[in-house]
Structure formats: structure tokens, C-alpha cells
């Protein structure tokens, strides 16, 4: 059984973490630092109890509120802090469990992402006035005028040019989950790494080349897609093109990650076993088939669980 830190350790975590947020904020070089502030959180979330990691949160929030501007405040609070705290929480829960699916807090840290991106949104607009999906578009925008000179070489460069923009307006929201997950991933699977290191549980099987995908992949996206087929035929305000769009690159991308594990999963096994044919012959058929081709690896593996990983049956 781990003990939970008791809160002068976790205040001290939460120092080093303002310190960092500081620097990343003062020191235009080291901006990309930011993305690592969720990971601190993380670890509070799993190696303290809901009492210190909720006075972690309010003496954070009141710390940078203090030490920064207030948009900063808000945006690093809302979209870094609180799902690295959760993702954290349910880290805790999962590793401790026997059973259920050691990536949940990989799914749960994506919609949390989400969640905080919209609340972050709304908070901005109405607050203090900044309409963050403009600015987003504004920039696309500016990115499409310095590539004039390259329009400039076909014959509709206004028509494709807007075209461009149409088509990254429909698709935010699946760029948005691919941030979302791929920053949960991130964040977890370095937690673990340091929770590996401070011997914190059995973290033995989270590793990416066991991940895998949660409940029944398929049959979901199935379902989804009879929704929205049946919505389409309705008199409905939806635009069901672009949910169909997003909707297929977001399960494509979820079924690429699941093939990419898989391919690392088999390349290791047959590393060990000397099986250099297996290997050729598979990079060989990656190599014809690209992308779809991984992506088709994890849509089978979602369903005939072939590295027997899961915890539940499928089809």
C-alpha cells in the first residue's frame, strides 16, 4: 500500500511548478516548457489524497493569479493544471486497480482537455473580450497570404485559398482531439516513468506497446456513423459533412495509434526470437500500404486482441 504525501512535499512540487510556469512565461526560448506543467499536477494527483490535491489547486490558482497576468493565469489554470490534476486522480485509481483498462486516464485526460478548451473559450469571450476561435482562423489566415507566391502558381489561388480555410474551420474539432490525446498520452506515460523510478505500484504492463483502445472501437464508430447518417436525412441546423469528416479522422488517427502499438508490440517480440523474416515481411507491407495499412492493423487488433492485452472480451 503507497502512503499519499503528506502536503509540505506536495507544496513544495507545487513551488518548483509556479517556478517553472515563470520561466517558461519570461523566457520566450523556453515557452515550450509549459506543456510539462501538467505533469508536476499529475504526480500530485496520484501520489497525494483529495484533500491536499485540492489545496494544491487553490494555492496554485492563487499564486499565479499573484505572479502573472490574469489571461495567463486563467489559460495555464484551466487548460494545463486541472487535466494534469485529474489525469493524475485517475492514475491513481486505475494502477491501484486489478482490474479495467490501464490507459483509461489517457481517454479521460482527452475529453478533460476538451472540456477545458471550450471552458477556456467561453471564459475568454465573455470575460475579457478575446475571441480565441478568430484569432485561431486569423492566424490560419495570415499562414495562407505568406504562401501567396505558391497560390499565385494556379490558375483559382482566391477559390483554393478559401477552400484551404473552409476545410481547416471543418476540421478544429478533430485537431483538437489529436492535441488533446496526444498531450494525455505525453503526460501519462511520463508519469509513470517517474512513478517507475520512486517504485510507486505495479506499472509493469503500462507500457505504449500495450495500448489499446477503450470499450468496443468498432461497434462505437458503427453506431456514430449510423447517427449521423440518420441525422443527415433529418431537417437538422447539423452540418453532418463535417461530422462525418471529423469523425473519420478521428477514428483513423485513434486506429493508427492502436497499429503503431501493435507494430512496436511484434517488432520487439521478434527482436528477441530472431524472427528478421517476420520483420522484413511486415515493414514490407507497412511500406505498400502506408498510414491505412497501420491503420487497418489497429482496427483488426481492436477486435481479435492480438498482443491479448485487454481485460475485457470484444466482438
Known amino acids: 500500500m503507497n502512503k499519499d504525501l503528506r502536503l509540505s512535499r506536495v507544496l513544495v512540487i507545487v513551488i518548483l511548478a509556479i517556478i517553472l510556469i515563470l520561466i517558461s512565461l519570461n523566457i520566450s526560448q523556453l515557452s515550450l516548457l509549459l506543456l510539462l506543467i501538467p505533469i508536476p499536477f499529475a504526480l500530485i494527483g496520484t501520489l497525494s489524497n483529495f484533500k491536499n490535491n485540492t489545496i494544491s489547486l487553490v494555492i496554485t490558482f492563487l499564486l499565479l493569479m499573484y505572479f502573472t497576468k490574469y489571461i495567463d493565469a486563467i489559460d495555464i489554470f484551466i487548460n494545463s493544471i486541472i487535466p494534469g490534476t485529474i489525469i493524475g486522480i485517475i492514475a491513481k485509481r486505475v494502477i491501484n486497480s486489478q482490474n479495467g ?27 475579457f473580450k478575446i475571441d480565441l476561435l478568430n484569432e485561431l482562423l486569423q492566424m490560419f489566415d495570415e499562414s495562407i497570404k505568406l504562401q501567396k507566391d505558391l497560390f499565385e502558381s494556379t490558375n483559382n489561388n482566391l477559390l483554393y ?43 509493469s504492463q503500462i507500457k505504449f506497446r500495450n495500448f489499446y483502445l477503450p ?31 471529423n469523425l473519420e479522422i478521428v477514428f483513423n488517427f485513434m486506429f493508427i495509434i492502436q497499429g503503431i502499438a501493435v507494430s512496436v508490440y511484434f517488432v520487439r517480440k521478434w527482436l528477441k526470437q530472431g524472427a528478421s523474416n517476420n520483420i522484413f515481411i511486415s515493414a514490407l507491407c507497412i511500406g505498400i500500404f502506408g498510414i491505412r495499412g497501420i491503420s ?20
Open 101 to 127: 483498462n490501464k490507459y483509461e486516464p489517457i481517454f479521460v485526460g482527452t475529453i478533460v482537455f476538451i472540456i477545458s478548451i471550450v471552458v477556456h473559450y467561453i471564459i475568454s469571450k465573455y470575460t
Open 161 to 203: 485559398s478559401q477552400n484551404l480555410k473552409d476545410t481547416f474551420r471543418n476540421i478544429i474539432p478533430s485537431i483538437l482531439f489529436f492535441r488533446s490525446m496526444i498531450l494525455s498520452m505525453i503526460i501519462y506515460l511520463i508519469e509513470v516513468f517517474a512513478l517507475k523510478k520512486i517504485q510507486y505500484g505495479d506499472l
Open 215 to 245: 470499450g468496443n472501437a468498432i461497434v462505437n464508430s458503427f453506431i456514430l456513423y449510423l447517427i449521423v447518417i440518420g441525422l443527415s436525412y433529418m431537417k437538422t441546423p447539423l452540418y453532418t459533412d463535417a461530422i462525418f469528416l
Open 296 to 315: 487497418f492493423i489497429g482496427m483488426i487488433d481492436s477486435i481479435l486482441d492480438f498482443r491479448r492485452v485487454r481485460v475485457y472480451k470484444s466482438i
